[in-house]
């Protein structure tokens, strides 16, 4: 295992469809972690998965997003009805709580590039 | 939104400069941390530093935390073409019981050969 994974790398939709993106984290981690990037922006936190609970979800998560970690391994982020501002760069992290010393590393994935025409 | 402050924005230098990057952030922090993202694709992280260290090197990076400050700096010496990428600090704080990061708005550092 070699990295965080992310599927598609790029997604073009029309404006009302729905989309989902996958992510693979590093196989031992049991924190995974969605961020939304914009051009010219740093990534902004959406929600956090320990194992296969969702603990926390941003208010930038909308009712038309949804994180799944089925068996608290692999996740994916649905978007239902798109609209032009979903826009942007999906990007999935994970981590480890051991060794406590290395603090909350967090190994980001390629990203998922989302346009809505 | 909460997102730091870095600057500059951007910052252009020639092969064998050194460049130096800012970060600020607003409340207690456990961790600051700092990632490098190559145009258009994922992060990779680079350093991270805790509240209780104020100064932190790994080979041509340094990295300082003032808390009183609170603020940090990222400094690249001798810098590589390679290095030209955007920079984020990131911090997780200590008022939230995850380990999510918050971004800074990133320094884009391009080097000239």
């Known amino acids: 295992d070699t990295g965080v994974s992310q599927n598609p790398r790029h997604k073009i939709t029309k404006r009302g469809q729905n989309v989902t993106f996958r992510c693979d984290p590093i196989s031992e981690h049991n924190r995974l972690y969605w961020y939304r990037q914009t051009l010219g922006q740093g990534p902004e936190f959406l929600t956090y998965f320990q194992n296969e609970a969702q603990l926390e979800k941003s208010r930038l998560l909308s009712d038309r997003f949804s994180a799944e970690r089925p068996k608290g391994s692999f996740s994916t982020l649905e978007i239902q009805r798109t609209e032009q501002g979903d826009s942007a760069m999906y990007l999935c992290a994970s981590s480890t709580k051991y060794p406590v010393t290395k603090g909350n590393e967090q190994f980001f994935g390629p990203g998922t590039r989302l346009t809505v025409l | 939104s909460q997102q730091g402050e870095e600057d500059p924005q951007a910052l252009s230098i020639q092969e064998g400069e050194n460049a130096t990057m800012n970060c600020s952030y607003k409340t207690s922090i456990n961790n600051l941390q700092w990632y490098r993202q190559n145009s258009g694709r994922g992060l990779v992280h680079?350093?991270?530093?805790?509240?209780?260290?104020?100064?932190?090197?790994?080979?041509?990076?340094?990295?300082?935390?003032?808390?009183?400050?609170?603020?940090?700096?990222?400094?690249?010496?001798?810098?590589?073409?390679?290095?030209?990428a955007s920079y984020f600090c990131a911090t997780d704080f200590l008022s939230y019981n995850t380990d999510k990061l918050i971004f800074g708005t990133g320094t884009r550092l391009q080097v000239f050969p």
């Open chain 2, 46 to 84: 680079l350093i991270l530093i805790r509240s209780n260290e104020r100064e932190k090197h790994s080979g041509r990076l340094r990295v300082t935390l003032d808390t009183s400050k609170k603020s940090s700096s990222l400094l690249i010496t001798a810098s590589r073409a390679a290095d030209t």
